[in-house]
């Protein structure tokens, strides 16, 4: 597996993948400082969950897509001895790496940011556990967003992120959250940051600053990742490589 994931990384070595990691978390970062600095981490935060974790994905989904595309489509599989569902896994696991790598960007800007547009302490513990669920809700939506990059191209990939941006933005008010990946991270950012899924502060006793919501979310988050990995695998195991 170690193999599989290098030689992922060498595909991605001239591509946009590397200068996206750095300008998805920069880009948040300027769209805050547009904003009240005193919502400086909230409103960093609530960008990242609400646009950049749909759309993000979507194009590192895409991206691959179209590289496999320009390395043959898969066919070295006709040749070599490599299971196609340990290329697939490889994948994921890549793009999960990526991911965590931008949001550690993220995380290093907030923190050199902040003490100068707000007064005080930097918020340490908002900003590691907002990043930990952030990263972690955004796992299971990149088995779908490959799946769909791989049978449709660049244009369904970022079709379904769009769409899961609008369904996350309009699920995570509702009561059935959880059954809409896109959803995770917008939710359980409401406790975390104390921040409304509309991006408005919350005040004291308001129902969606409920802690409860973040292990349902970050068990649900890791249960559809192992079953969209294991489905979305299965079946690239047995697709024909054309």
Same mark, same amino acid.
């Given at each position: 597996?170690?193999?599989?994931?290098?030689?992922?990384?060498?595909?991605?070595?001239?591509?946009?993948?590397?200068?996206?990691?750095?300008?998805?978390?920069?880009?948040?970062?300027?769209?805050?400082?547009?904003?009240?600095?005193?919502?400086?981490?909230?409103?960093?935060?609530?960008?990242?969950?609400?646009?950049?974790?749909?759309?993000?994905?979507?194009?590192?989904?895409?991206?691959?897509?179209?590289?496999?595309?320009?390395?043959?489509?898969?066919?070295?599989?006709?040749?070599?001895?490599?299971?196609?569902?340990?290329?697939?896994?490889?994948?994921?696991?890549?793009?999960?790496?990526?991911?965590?790598?931008?949001?550690?960007?993220?995380?290093?800007?907030?923190?050199?940011?902040?003490?100068?547009?707000?007064?005080?302490?930097?918020?340490?513990?908002?900003? =590691?556990?907002? *990043?930990? $669920?952030?990263?972690?809700?955004?796992?299971? +939506? @990149?088995? &779908?967003?490959? %799946?769909?990059?791989?049978?449709?191209?660049?244009?369904?990939?970022?079709?379904?992120?769009?769409?899961?941006?609008?369904?996350?933005?309009?699920?995570?008010?509702?009561?059935?959250?959880?059954?809409?990946?896109?959803?995770?991270?917008?939710?359980?950012?409401?406790?975390?940051?104390?921040?409304?899924?509309?991006?408005?502060?919350?005040?004291?006793?308001?129902?969606? =600053?409920?802690? *409860?919501? $973040?292990?349902?979310?970050?068990?649900?988050? +890791? @249960?559809? &990742?192992?079953? %969209?990995?294991?489905?979305?695998?299965?079946?690239?195991?047995?697709?024909?490589?054309?």
């Amino acid at each position: 597996m170690i193999n599989i994931i290098e030689s992922e990384y060498i595909k991605y070595k001239r591509t946009f993948t590397r200068k996206l990691i750095i300008i998805a978390p920069i880009f948040c970062i300027l769209m805050a400082l547009c904003m009240p600095w005193k919502m400086f981490v909230q409103q960093a935060y609530s960008l990242w969950a609400v646009s950049i974790i749909p759309i993000g994905i979507a194009l590192f989904a895409a991206i691959a897509g179209m590289q496999e595309k320009k390395a043959g489509n898969y066919r070295n599989l006709l040749v070599h001895n490599i299971s196609p569902a340990r290329i697939w896994i490889g994948k994921i696991i890549v793009m999960s790496i990526n991911s965590l790598l931008s949001i550690i960007v993220l995380s290093v800007a907030t923190i050199i940011i902040f003490p100068i547009v707000n007064k005080g302490g930097i918020p340490w513990t908002k900003i =590691l556990v907002g *990043s930990s $669920i952030m990263w972690l809700t955004s796992l299971a +939506i @990149i088995p &779908l967003q490959l %799946f769909v990059a791989t049978l449709s191209g660049i244009l369904g990939s970022m079709a379904l992120g769009f769409l899961g941006l609008i369904a996350g933005i309009f699920a995570s008010g509702k009561s059935y959250w959880m059954y809409v990946p896109w959803s995770y991270a917008t939710r359980l950012l409401c406790p975390t940051l104390d921040v409304g899924t509309n991006g408005v502060p919350l005040q004291a006793g308001d129902p969606f =600053l409920n802690a *409860s919501v $973040i292990p349902v979310g970050i068990i649900a988050s +890791i @249960i559809s &990742l192992v079953v %969209f990995t294991c489905i979305t695998a299965l079946w690239f195991n047995k697709r024909e490589v054309r």
